[in-house]
C-alpha cells in the first residue's frame, strides 16, 4: 500500500497545549491543498499529558499517528524515530510548538515537486528569540561550517522536506550521535532553500537552555569534525616551538652574557598553563572517546512505550460509527 504523499513529524516534549492546534493549523493548509498526509507525533516522554492530547487526536483521524518514548530521549532521537516511522513519499520535520508556520509547508511541498530532494527552511527572521540566541546561533553556523566537509545552509533548524529516497538512506545511517541538519546536509542529494519567518512561540516554553544548547553544538561538531583534535596538534605543535625558543634564549643569555635569570614567575605560570591546556585537551580527546564509546555500546537509540500501530485501525470517515460500544477498547 504507498503511503500518503507526505509524512509530517512532530516531535513534542511537554506540548499538551499546542497538540491540538497544530493539527488545525495543519489541516487548514494541506487539505485545502489535496495534499494528501499522515500527522506522527512522536511524544518524547512527555509528562504534562501531551499523550492524552494526542490521543485524542489518534481516536478521532486515522491520518493521526503517534509514537510514545519510555522517557525523554532528546529531539535528535525523537525526530530519528519520526523519520523510521513515516510512511509518506516525502517527510518533513516540523516543531510542535508552532514555530515553524505550517503554510511553509506548501513552498517546500512545491519544491519538492520541482525536483529537489531535500528542501530546507531558512530562517530569515527570528520573532521572539533573545539577541543572545540570534548570536550565537550565527557564531555555531559559521564555526561548524568552517570546520566540516560539507556545510549546512546557514541559519537552516531542522524544519524541512526530505524525499522518499534520501529518508531511506538516513535511516540506514548507524551512528547514535545524531545531529540531524548535520546529517541530511552530509547526505547530499539535490538540495534547496526556501525561506520563512520563524513565529514567536504560542503557548509553552522551550525546552533549550543555553547550556543545552552548548552541548549540543559541542557534540555536533564532533560528531561531524576531527578539526577539533587537529587543533590540538597545532597548539601543541606551536607551543613546542616557543619552549625550544626560551631555551635557546637562556642558554644564549648564559653562554655569552652570564646573566642569572630570575624566571619564577615565567616557571611556575607555565606551568600552570601547560597543565591547564594537556587537561583542555585531555578533554576533547575524551569527546572523542565517549562517542566511540556510546557508539561500540550499541544502545538503541530511543525505546518506544507505545504507538499507534499498537491499536487497531482508527476508524475512517466511511466506517465511522457514532454508536459507544463501536470505540475499540483502550482508544478514547
Ligand atoms: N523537543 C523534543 N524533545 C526534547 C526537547 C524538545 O521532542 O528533549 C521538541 C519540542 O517539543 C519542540 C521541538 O523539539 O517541538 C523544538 O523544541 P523547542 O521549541 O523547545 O526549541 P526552540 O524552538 O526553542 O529552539
Ligand atoms: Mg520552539
Redesign the pocket.
Known sequence: MAGPELTLI??????AP?IRPLYEAVLKVLEPAGISFELLF?D??SRDGTDAEIALLVAADPRVRYARFSR????EA??SCGFRLARGQAVVLI???L?DPPEVILELHQRWREGYEVVHARRRQRHG?TWLKRASAYLFYRGFNRMVERAIPADV??FRLVDRRVVDHFNALPERNRFVRGMFSWLGFRQTVVEFDRQR?QR?????NYSKLLWLSLDALTSFSAAPLRACMAFGLAITLFSFLIAGTIIFQRLFFDLAVPGYALATSGIFLLGGIQLIFLGVIGEYIGKIYTQVQGRPLYIVAGSSDDLPPAPTKETADPSPESHPPGRS
Open positions: 512532530a516531535p513534542a516534549y511537554n506540548e499546542n512522536i518524547d516522554g525523554n530521549f532528546g529531539h525523537a525526530s516543531d510542535a510548538d514555530q528569540e533548524g531542522d512561540r509553552g516554553v522551550t525546552k533549550y
